[in-house]
């Protein structure tokens, strides 16, 4: 793995314009350990590829986190990637889960501002797009740093099934966990989580995501609780709203894929010819 730390950190970077990777970086340097079960999370929100389709691929992910979704592409035969990050430990943790494959360069770099253009066969971004203030200018750049014929895919929250977030927690995300240290907030995540465990032990949610979280650990569980609390801005899209955001980005051959009944992963094509 190649990295280039000395790459300075770009004017939009560091709060990511209205985002939040300082507080991520707290989780991804908390949660650096990389699980089985995150391969199946891996595969479920880039349904639209098999892992076979990988191979001898060089892509982009924007907003790495810990570098677990370049790991799976790496293992599945990919040729070469780049993966993309503003905050430090974040980073951190990427270079160790990537270390294995020499092929993958690990930047310091905004979703914002993409100095690569025409050159990856697909740019992905996992659970990062919905967290920032201005989507379109992060997704309008990774359009343009694939190449002609490349395809660009995000993985972002559903409105569907998720309005009782948006109408109940959401709120209470936006007025108090996203103003508190994020140490205390990492400590409070612990009473929700509990009470997830149990309620998902004697049966409650019947949706897909549900039926997921009942195999992973309380560890785990507490991550994906904490994942959710901490944010400055959390974005829930409807699926026409999903497509929209590659569609404005001048991407062709939209499709959209309802991942575990509460998300949205789309893909779209960069034109041969005549687009950006």
């Known amino acids: 793995m190649t990295s280039d730390p000395a790459v300075p950190m770009t004017a939009s970077a560091p709060n990511e314009r209205g985002g939040s990777p300082e507080r991520f970086g707290y989780e991804w340097h908390n949660y650096a350990e ?6 199946e999370q891996f ?3 880039t349904v639209h ?3 076979e389709d ?9 907003g790495c986190g810990m570098g677990r979704n370049s790991y799976w592409p790496m293992s599945y035969g990919a040729a070469s990637g780049m993966a993309i990050d503003v905050d430090d430990r974040s980073l951190a943790a990427a270079r160790r889960t990537l ?11 905004s979703a914002y501002d993409i100095d690569v253009r025409d050159r990856f066969d697909i ?8 967290h920032l203030e201005h989507p379109d200018g ?3 750049a990774m359009a343009a740093a694939v190449k002609p014929g490349g395809r660009v895919l995000i993985w972002v929250y559903g409105r569907e099934n ?3 977030i948006v109408n109940w927690f959401d709120p209470l995300r936006k007025a108090l966990f996203s103003r508190m240290p994020i140490g205390l907030v990492h400590h409070l995540a612990l009473y929700p989580t509990a009470l997830l465990w149990l309620a998902l032990r004697v049966g409650v949610g019947r949706i897909e995501y549900f039926r997921l979280l009942r195999r992973l650990s309380f560890r785990h569980l507490r991550s994906i609780v904490f994942d959710q609390m901490l944010p400055r801005i959390a974005h829930y899209w409807s699926r026409e709203a999903a497509v929209a955001l590659l569609h404005q980005a001048g991407l062709q051959d939209i499709e959209a894929a309802w991942v575990n009944e509460m998300s949205w992963s789309v893909i779209g094509r960069r034109p041969n010819s005549g687009g950006r």
Request: glycine share 6%.
């Open 138 to 140: 992060a997704i309008n």
């Open 34 to 39: 990389l699980r089985p079960e995150y391969e």
């Open 123 to 130: 740019a992905f971004s996992i659970g990062v797009i919905h």
């Open 99 to 109: 270390a294995g494959f020499p092929s993958v360069t690990v930047r310091r770099l």
């Open 43 to 45: 595969r479920r929100w």
């Open 49 to 51: 590829l098999a892992p």
């Open 54 to 62: 990988w191979r001898g691929l060089d892509f982009l992910d924007v």
């Open 162 to 164: 998720n309005e009782w």
